[in-house]
């Protein structure tokens, strides 16, 4: 290939590249090979500076179709880091061990974040001031998760990726031998799992109807007293039921393995035949 040492990248080249990774790179996603159109898309106005000849920039395109796969907006550190790369002249099979070796890590945080932190929290928020009346709910949707998720995060970590270049690989690794990317997966996990459990009461309002009569004697007097099911389960655990369901859920879903359909599907069963017998 030519010499890349000596390009005509500009910032507005690097920019065009950020951009064209926001708006366009999920748009030709594809079983085959996944993002690997998108990524190449995305690259293309830096690689078209930095290849002088059609030969040479066909071969540098071919080099970035290859499998790609990563989350949307953490990916953004990948292939700033990848244009970063190529713009000083570095040789495509050390660009494509960059992007293979990151994008499991940077798959895993995105995930990690989008699954059980952003989509949740925001959907919880979200939910309860639309079931308020509050049109509140669609804008926290659209600026926290669109926006927010969408835009903001991915401009800043393309960036972050652009200025460190291939050094975001030492930044990536720790000095105990797990990553630091692992941590702060285990971090948003624990966390992300404690908040939205926090919402289970305000979120599934379970209770049971099961009253009990008994009679009691009352100063010398026979009397009845009706003891109710779930003023009993207040006093033991407030909210209860809700836990256990999704206790249950938990059980079904980790440790039999069942698909969230198949746990649907049993709830729904368990919520139809409480209320019918009821119970619940």
Do not use: C
């Amino acid at each position: 290939m030519a010499n890349k040492e000596n390009n005509n990248v500009k910032r507005k080249d690097i920019i065009k590249v950020m951009w064209r990774y926001i708006l366009t790179f999920q748009w030709s996603w594809n079983y085959e090979r996944m993002q690997a159109l998108g990524f190449a898309w995305s690259i293309m106005p830096v690689l078209k500076k930095v290849y002088t000849t059609k030969e040479d920039l066909i071969e540098a395109v071919k080099s970035h179709m290859n499998f790609f796969n990563v989350n949307p907006a953490t990916g953004g550190t990948i292939i700033g880091a990848s244009a970063a790369m190529e713009e000083k002249g570095a040789k495509s099979n050390a660009v494509n061990s960059l992007k293979t070796g990151l994008m499991g890590p940077f798959s895993g945080i995105g995930d990690t974040l989008m699954g059980v932190l952003a989509r949740p929290l925001l959907g919880v928020y979200a939910a309860s001031m639309a079931m308020a009346g509050n049109i509140g709910g669609f804008w926290l949707m659209f600026l926290g998760y669109g926006v927010l998720w969408g835009i903001v995060i991915k401009y800043a970590l393309f960036w972050v990726g652009y200025n460190e270049g291939i050094n975001v690989v030492g930044e990536v690794a720790g000095e105990d031998g797990k990553s630091r990317i692992d941590k702060i997966t285990d971090y948003a996990t624990i966390f992300g799992i404690t908040v939205v459990g926090g919402f289970i009461p305000s979120i599934l309002n379970v209770t049971t109807p099961v009253e009990f009569t008994r009679n009691v004697e009352v100063q010398g007097e026979m009397t009845e007293k009706v003891v109710k099911l779930q003023s009993v389960f207040d006093e033991l655990l407030p909210n209860l039921i809700p836990i256990l369901l999704v206790g249950v859920a938990y059980f079904l879903l980790q440790k039999l393995d069942w698909s969230p359909i198949k746990v649907l599907l049993t709830l729904i069963i368990i919520g139809f035949g409480g209320s019918v017998l009821g119970i619940l």
